[in-house]
T-cell receptor, first 113, second 111 residues
Framework: DAKTTQPPSMDCAEGRAANLPCNHSTISGNEYVYWYRQIHSQGPQYIIHGLKNNETNEMASLIITEDRKSSTLILPHATLRDTAVYYCIVRRTAYNQGGKLIFGQGTELSVKP | DGGITQSPKYLFRKEGQNVTLSCEQNLNHDAMYWYRQDPGQGLRLIYYSQIVNDFQKGDIAEGYSVSREKKESFPLTVTSAQKNPTAFYLC??????????FGPGTRLTVL
């Protein structure tokens, strides 16, 4: 699975958009980009995933560059409850991979009043 | 409610004892996973199972064992062979390559 690189920490003001970058320059054609977040001492929570098109759901938007080497997770109006560690994961779709997720260090997002 | 349950939430064991962590899901997912998380670190995969009666080692399987006798259940045993068992253990389930759903975790402390 392709390795991802994320900044270790970021701050965001409450009510503003939080833009979390992820670099995955070695991504291959059959790998999806997934985002999860983990609030302190809880299990990770799925946010969104995409292959090459931009995606949006009720939680966030995912922007993937045309060359697919990087992506940005956007939380449009961050709240204090969005304070968490955000993980960008690149995941293969081959059956023998078992669908497993490989977590890096993630980005610790702090939303401040 | 559909979801994943893990029990207990906190677990203490004496050094040299085996301990089994429970994971149950009622989401009808074929695949189940066990991860370990150490303070300030990301999750690391211990074992996973794609179907009943079959499971595969993950990246850090040494000192752990699992079973998958039922679709709903994937218990993890931390054996005395695991040198540093104190950690936060997370169970997850998933259907194919869709998102994985995680349980609340079990925090194991070896005294």
């Amino acid at each position: 699975d392709a390795k991802t690189t994320q900044p270790p920490s970021m701050d965001c003001a409450e009510g503003r958009a939080a833009n979390l970058p992820c670099n995955h320059s070695t991504i291959s054609g059959n790998e999806y980009v997934y985002w999860y977040r983990q609030i302190h001492s809880q299990g990770p929570q799925y946010i969104i995933h995409g292959l090459k098109n931009n995606e949006t759901n009720e939680m966030a938007s995912l922007i993937i560059t045309e060359d697919r080497k990087s992506s940005t997770l956007i939380l449009p109006h961050a709240t204090l409850r969005d304070t968490a560690v955000y993980y960008c994961i690149v995941r293969r779709t081959a059956y023998n991979q078992g669908g497993k997720l490989i977590f890096g260090q993630g980005t610790e997002l702090s939303v401040k009043p | 409610d559909g979801g994943i349950t893990q029990s207990p939430k906190y677990l203490f064991r004496k050094e040299g004892q085996n301990v089994t962590l429970s994971c149950e899901q009622n989401l009808n997912h074929d695949a189940m996973y066990w991860y370990r998380q150490d303070p300030g670190q990301g999750l690391r995969l211990i074992y996973y199972s794609q179907i009943v009666n079959d499971f595969q080692k993950g990246d850090i399987a040494e000192g752990y064992s699992v079973s998958r006798e039922k679709k709903e259940s994937f218990p993890l045993t931390v054996t005395s062979a695991q040198k540093n068992p104190t950690a936060f253990y997370l169970c997850a389930s998933g259907a194919g390559y869709n998102e994985q759903f995680f349980g609340p975790g079990t925090r194991l402390t070896v005294l």
